[in-house]
């Protein structure tokens, strides 16, 4: 049965790797709508992004525009050694269409809808819609349990204080989703940093497809490598969110682990989630076939075929 997914992303590198990689796994997932939010650029570029590479994956679902800034509305900071102003590290997309607008019309119980319908949610940015709409309409949220990409443990995050950038943008929308009792399942730097990309991958990759998308994430990717490379070593970068929308295409590659978890929502470890005794309020991804969620993410972004022939191809 295809799983049917609504997305929530601020559409960065490793957002628009996630969204080819839904948008093309047509035997596994259908994405049925999009919501963007604060983060890496944007919310309004975000939103362009994200319906720029799902066009151009073949994706027709409709994409709305969500919040601007956080619950608390701190500053709105961006990562932006990695993604670049426009989130595509100078790849993004234009602005010319007029997107609606998530608070206008459908509001954010649009997810409320969306949960009430059983479609999954696979979130990639700061849970700030999400937030909103679980204080709008909690009673739809039951038995409901979102893909969150969330959380650095052993794993230093690169925002202040060492937490995840999601978490640390909006800690309180976090933290709301966290007691709403819907048991959201993580998806931490831990486990997504032990899948790298390189830029031989991307560009072998995209020689082989041929297509205006995965030339055009290739060279997107060309400033998130480098960013990877100073602040994490290695040789390509790490797919974070790539790997989180693997674990819908893909559930059998992935270990979720009940556990209990708090967010530090203020003083120098904002952001930073700690596991705590207690009953479980979320599951935490611990374990990944590396090789094999590589794998499908190269093939999301340039088909089987090109993969195939691009392993025959010499450096």
């Known amino acids: 049965m295809v799983l049917r997914v609504h997305i929530d992303t601020d559409c960065g590198v ?38 720029g590479v ?11 525009i969500g919040a601007g800034s956080g619950l608390a509305k701190r500053r709105v900071e961006r990562m932006r050694p990695a993604h670049g102003v426009d989130g595509l ?79 640390w943008s909006d800690p309180e929308a976090l933290q709301r989703t966290l007691e709403a009792g819907i048991m959201p399942r993580l998806m931490p730097l831990d486990v997504s940093h032990q899948v790298e990309i390189t830029a ?25 490598i480098a960013f990877h490379r100073q602040v994490w070593g290695g040789q390509g970068c790490r797919p974070h969110d790539a790997v989180a929308a693997a674990s819908l295409v893909a559930p059998e590659l992935f270990t979720f682990e009940p556990a ?10 904002l952001g930073r989630i700690e596991r705590i005794d207690g009953a479980p309020n979320a599951e935490v991804c611990t374990r990944v076939d590396v090789d094999a969620v590589k794998r499908l993410i190269l093939s999301g972004l340039f088909g089987m075929r090109a993969v195939e022939a691009c392993e025959t191809v010499p450096a």
Not at 54 to 64: F, H, K, S, T
Request: hydrophobic share 45%; net charge positive; proline share 3%.
């Open 89 to 167: 590290n100078g790849s993004g997309f234009s602005q010319r269409w007029k997107l609606p607008e998530l608070d206008r019309g459908h509001s954010a119980n649009f997810l409320a809808f969306a949960a009430r319908r059983k479609i999954a949610g696979l979130f990639l940015g700061p849970l700030t819609n999400l937030a909103k709409s679980l204080l709008e309409d909690p009673a739809a949220f039951r038995d409901w349990r979102p893909t969150i990409m969330a959380g650095a443990f052993a794993v230093e995050g690169k925002a202040k204080g060492g937490a995840d950038f999601n978490s």
């Open 260 to 269: 209990r978890l708090r967010v530090v929502i203020d003083g120098e470890r």
């Open 14 to 51: 490793d957002d628009a790797l996630a969204l080819a990689l839904m948008a093309r796994a047509r035997q596994a997932v259908e994405v049925v709508s999009v919501s963007a939010v604060f983060g890496n650029t944007y919310v309004d570029q975000a939103a362009a992004n994200a319906r």
């Open 54 to 64: 799902l066009r151009l994956a073949g994706c027709g679902a409709e994409v709305y």
């Open 200 to 224: 031989e991958d991307l560009s072998k990759g995209a020689l082989c497809c041929g297509s205006p998308l995965s030339a055009r994430l290739t060279k997107a990717a060309g400033g998130y």
